[in-house]
């Protein structure tokens, strides 16, 4: 993890490089918790629009489906079904403020084991409700799940810490293995959105228990993320920073392969260098927040700590994720072909992850980006524009010339697969090496706060959104995307091939930031065109 936070207790570089069963397994147990949140997000877009969850608790919507006067660009306009939605959103926020500070004191695989109990439990009183109030009881338990497994960071008055699954792959994967180690978190991440849309299509056309059916096989990623925790070690990282040296030893032998691949020296050396990465993680997240918001030369890193997940986000891909079988129903698919459209997205999500890899490093952040954001603003903007023609303002008859209806559903690709190879990694990419150490823990944690909020709050309006603006929602989105383009042309320094330690002199050759940057750069910055032409 490249860059990473000071909350991520990176080992030493000169750590094992033997990759044993322990990590594999370890690792593949922890990445599974990206199952957890792809499901989440992924299983809720289809059951909005399944006959058989909408006659259980959404009858009004599920006449408004069968009415053709009804207003297509608001079938779905409702505040119960919206909170449906939202409630795992908002728990997951206040997850984030509970679950570093539990992260650090009962470690890391524990924190991996509470969170899928959580989950466990959310699944069973949603596949056993009877009313919405079971339904958004059970989603505030998978949101509390989520951040005990995610991605996202929670942001404290003192430190901001990644959470458990990531910050495990960070910890316990070989150095030089680590990056690929860690990109199997947003790999199973998409797999749990695929996972669930294949539930859904098949679940779809079961009466009545279908619904039960969608919900209750999240039962099986929790169970993954329970046995695996259960039967994996805690990693040395997490168990040095409670003061359990000689368990932390011990953890590390087991991971490293015993004396067969590595030498007590070896160990011992990867020991001390967890050990120093521990006292440098305490002494940089103290006082962190207060550097970068109050300290004139930090000024560029909170403009891009802000500036970073309100772009990813205002991309609209949340809302996309989120609602792609409804804007597939809504321009006149059938249940079951929307989803089949949705499937479709995933498999060009995880092909783009594949892109993106072999992209950054030969294309270049900034370049890479404003392609992404072009891509993005056209697909937009004919996806507003077939709405328009198609729909007009006032939605009239839901059902679309097919013709449209399947453009509809490749822009919906084309948009899917540019964010994928762009916007989507990038996010990451850049936050991640981008930030000095001293304020690297509050300028995470900050982000992350952000990106929880607008994820809640686009969840919670979208619906009506759509019913309000019509067609200018995805005009709304598109126009957000060129603001974001133009930002990254004029503010955003290239970072491609540049040294973590060499940063700083990013900041102070900038034509606009250099005015706030003061320190002189230690180490020369390397020419981006001279590095060598290959994947991450």
Known sequence: MTGGGAGALPVAAGGGGVITFTVVVSCLTAASGGLLLGYDISVTGGLMQMESFLQAFFPEILRNTKNTQQDAYCIFRNQKLTLFVSSLYLAGILSFFVSGH??????????????GFLFLAGVVLNFTAVNISMLVIGRILLGFAVGFTSLLCVLSLRSVRLQSAPVYLAEIAPARWRGAFTTCFHFFFISGMFMADMVNYGTNNIPRWGWRLSLGV???PAAVIIAGAALIPDTPNSLALRGRLDEARASLRRLRGGAAAATDDDIDAELEGIAAAVERDRRHASGALRRLFFRREYRPHLAIAVAAPVFFDLTGVIVVSIFTPLLFYTVGFTNQKAILGSILTDVVSLASIAVAGLAVDRVGRRRLLMLGGAVLVLSLAAMAWIFGAQLGT???NKDMPRGYATAVVALVCVYTAAFGASWGPLKWVVTSEIFPLEVRPAALGLGGAISGVLVFVQSESFLEMLCSFKYGAFLFYAGCVVVMVACVAVFLPETRGVPIESMGAVWEKHWYW???????????????AKQADRPV
């Open 102 to 115: 539990l992260t650090r004191t009962v470690g890391r695989r524990n924190s991996m084991l509470i969170g």
């Open 218 to 220: 999240g039962i099986v």
């Open 394 to 396: 006032h939605g009239g």
């Open 514 to 528: 250099k005015r706030y940057v003061v320190t002189p750069s230690s180490a020369p910055v390397p020419e981006p």
